[in-house]
Every structure is written in structure tokens, then in C-alpha cells.
């Protein structure tokens, strides 16, 4: 049985409403909770399937964890070396970000692991991770063609290396630097575009040194974690259907509090102003070393744009909302230089150019992204084939069509966003949801 997604059009967006914690932060917060010594506490985590697969594969591990409850958790960290060897596979759901993180941590212990994930994860590349850890002296094997599962054997010693990323991707810089708390010497990873630094500030807010400078970042062994108390805000990309919907729905005037405005997360906000969108950020304050605003978020004309590059790999999670925003606007949209988009949960380029084509939008698409001309959003039915993302981007575009929208296979917007269809019909939009 699988769940469907039905918009009946009109409306707006109006209220003050929390999104779910930030799912990096929350991926990361029970990662280094569970590798530090003494007991961390964690309050906003998301409970969603991505963050409790994570859970889980600790708990396997010999991770005393309590909760999560209302958001909280507790974590009684075991130290860098009190890891135990899991009893079975480690199931990562549909979260890359967990496989590809947890890779370089097993690559450091001394037992054999295998991380397995559903249909999606398990056609998703792993050798980006796969690759320079077995340059570190990993023993790590894939699937044939690169894909999950991963089988991870301990090795007498990791040894660091002086990375040069070919792509812009946290999750690949991530990995390699929990794996070189492991690695003898001191690892360096550099990156072409900025990304996401989560790993690097929650780090040092575990008390751990890591040492960055423009687009490097090092990190030697030889350290602890300290246990901590954790607040996550609000994740800006589950914010971005919100931030988008009211944008381009008439009368609209919504209040996201305390989101997380990471300057490595708000393309999102750099590409909708830059498309005429009325988004202020009040409150702005620091919580647990990650910058932290509300986002007052109202309709607007919005035109469209040529997306500059640099801003892709700072959005990259948020171009599903971002694209449903530019079939709103007036003129033509170019994104360029997103070929990573073709191998998130789904081939997203390739999945929005079809669901935005079969809701009448004009759009053609390239290799590394997409032209779309802004017009009339027609009603329609769309696949989103299982991503999260997609399914919860075509339900704003309801809010503007000029008939239903019907969206299938939303069941993993669970992952990230257990609650999106009671939030969103709760400030505005007229959806329901039927088990087909």
C-alpha cells in the first residue's frame, strides 16, 4: 500500500508553525553523541526514518540510547573505541547520509559491518566515499556498478590522506573525516564549492580540534569527544516548501521559528530573493555554535532567473521547492551545475522536469539541470518516485493550479517530514492523503 498526496487548489499560507529539526544536525548529533565520553543530551531532533535508522545502527552497536521522546534524546556515549560489533546488517532506510557517513566510521573499527538500505539507497553511488577511504587503507566492497551494501572488514590501521574532492558533497567530506579519527597522521579534505559544515562545528562543539582555512579542512586523531547538550533548529530544507508556498500563493504571510540559517544552507534564500521573494529574517541569534533565525515569509511576484552557480551546492537539497517556485515565476529559470541533483533520492532533474511537464509547466531538460518558463500550473497527476522532496515540492504547486494536483508514492516523506501533511493543511493548504 502506498501513500497518495491529492491538492485541490487555491488558498494560502498563513501562521506561525516549527518545521522538524534539521536532519544533518540530527544524523550527526547521535553520531558524535554516541563516540563521545559521558552522556550527551539532545533536544529538537527530527523522528524521522532517516534519523531513526540511525539510531537503530547504534543501539546494534552497543549504544545505551533513550528516546527519542518530544524531540529529545539521550545518548551514553561509549568513547572513540567502545563500539561493538553489530549482530546483523545495519539498515539505513533511504538515508544516504547515514550510509555514507557511517562508512568512514566502521573503516576505523575492529569489526567487520555491512550497511544496507532500501530500493532507492540502493541505487545511489557510494564509490565517491568508497574510493578515498580505500586510499586511507579501507577494506570496503560495494555492489557491482558502485551501490549498496557496503561490506566494511577492520584493517590493522587507517592512514591519512590530502584530499582533493572532484565534487562538492559534505556527505563525501564527512565521511573522511570521521574516518581519519581513526587514521594515523593528519587527513585534509578540499572542496571545489563550499558545502554544508555541520561535522566540522559539531565537532569542536564536542571539544574536538578540527582545523579549517578557505576551502580546507584537516583533522588528526589522537583527541575525545566530549559529551554535550545539543539544541537543533529547524531544518531550512523541510522550511523551503513553506518558504516557497507562501511565496507564490496570493494573500500569504507565514512565520517559520527558529529555523537554521547556516551561511552553508541558505541558497535557498540567496536564489528566491534573488527571484524577488519577501523573506526577513528576524531573531537572529546563536544557539550551540549554528546561527539560528525566524523567517517571515510573504507572497510576492516572483521572475525568473538565471541561478548563479556558486548558490547550487548551498541548496542543493532545496531545488525540488526552488523549481516549483521558478514554474510560478514570470519569464525563464536556468539552473546549471547541478549534475549532483541526478543522484539524490532520485534522479531529481530528470523526475521534476517530467511531474513539472506533466502539470503543464514548459520545461526542458539538460544534463546538468533544467530551463523552466513560468506560466499556469494546470492540475495533473505526478510520480514522485518515492523522493521525499519531490512529493512535498508538488503539493505547494496546488496551492497555484487550476485543478488538482494527484502526487503518488509519498510514503518517504516520512523520512524527513513526518508531519508535513497535518502542518501544511493546518496553515493553509487543501490536501488530503489516501492509502492506495
Do not use: W
Amino acid at each position: 500500500m502506498s501513500k497518495r498526496f491529492n491538492i485541490h487548489p487555491g488558498g494560502s499560507l498563513k501562521g506561525v508553525i516549527r518545521v522538524p529539526g534539521d536532519k544533518s544536525m540530527s544524523h550527526r548529533s547521535v553520531i558524535f553523541g554516541a563516540l563521545a565520553e559521558g552522556i550527551t543530551h539532545v533536544s529538537g531532533l527530527l523522528e524521522g526514518e532517516d534519523v531513526l535508522a540511525t539510531i537503530a545502527a547504534f543501539r546494534a552497536m552497543g549504544v545505551n540510547i533513550e528516546g527519542p521522546d518530544d524531540g529529545r534524546l539521550v545518548v551514553h556515549g561509549v568513547g572513540l573505541k567502545g563500539l561493538q560489533k553489530p549482530q546483523h546488517d545495519l539498515d539505513m532506510g533511504n538515508s544516504g547520509t547515514a550510509m555514507r557517513l557511517l562508512s568512514g566510521l566502521l573503516c576505523g573499527q575492529n569489526f567487520s559491518s555491512r550497511l544496507v538500505g532500501d530500493k532507492s539507497l540502493s541505487e545511489r553511488p557510494m564509490r565517491r566515499v568508497v574510493d578515498p577511504l580505500t586510499e586511507m587503507g579501507a577494506k570496503i566492497s560495494t555492489a557491482v556498478g558502485g551501490t549498496p551494501p557496503l561490506q566494511i572488514d577492520p584493517v590493522s590501521g587507517l592512514h591519512a590522506i590530502d584530499y582533493k574532492m572532484p565534487m562538492a558533497s559534505a556527505q563525501v567530506k564527512s565521511c573522511l573525516l570521521l574516518a581519519a579519527l581513526y587514521a594515523q597522521g593528519k587527513t585534509c579534505v578540499t572542496e571545489p564549492a563550499p558545502t554544508r559544515d555541520h561535522t566540522e562545528r559539531m565537532l569542536r562543539g564536542f571539544d574536538y580540534p578540527v582545523y579549517s582555512d578557505g576551502d580546507r579542512v584537516c583533522l588528526e586523531p589522537g583527541f575525545h569527544l566530549a559529551a554535550t547538550d545539543m539544541t537543533v533548529p529547524g531544518d531550512i530544507s523541510s522550511a523551503a516548501f513553506f518558504i516557497v508556498g507562501a511565496s507564490i500563493s496570493k494573500a500569504s504571510r507565514i512565520e517559520i521559528i527558529n529555523v537554521g540559517v547556516n551561511p552553508t544552507r541558505t541558497g535557498i534564500l540567496l536564489v528566491l530573493n534573488q527571484m524577488g521573494a519577501d523573506i526577513e529574517l528576524k531573531n537572529e541569534r546563536v544557539i550551540g555554535g549554528e546561527p539560528v533565525a525566524d523567517l517571515v515569509v510573504q507572497s510576492a511576484p516572483l521572475h525568473g532567473i538565471h541561478i548563479d552557480e556558486r548558490h547550487v551546492p548551498l541548496a542543493i537539497d532545496e531545488f525540488p521547492a526552488i523549481l516549483v517556485a521558478a514554474a510560478c515565476a514570470t519569464g525563464e529559470t536556468v539552473l546549471s551545475g547541478a549534475e549532483e541533483l541526478r543522484v539524490k533520492e532520485s534522479d531529481r532533474i530528470a523526475v521534476m522536469a517530467r511531474g513539472l511537464s506533466d502539470i503543464g509547466v514548459d520545461v526542458s531538460e539538460t544534463s546538468d539541470g533544467m530551463r523552466v518558463q513560468g506560466g499556469q500550473i494546470r492540475g495533473g497527476a505526478v510520480d514522485s518516485h518515492g523522493d521525499h522532496r519531490i512529493a512535498m515540492a508538488f503539493a505547494m504547486a496546488g496551492l497555484v493550479s487550476d485543478a488538482d494536483i494527484q502526487i503518488d508514492d509519498c510514503d518517504n516523506v516520512a523520512t524527513s517530514f513526518p508531519d508535513f501533511h497535518s502542518l501544511a493543511k493546518s496553515c493553509g493548504l487543501h490536501i488530503t492523503v489516501t492509502d492506495i
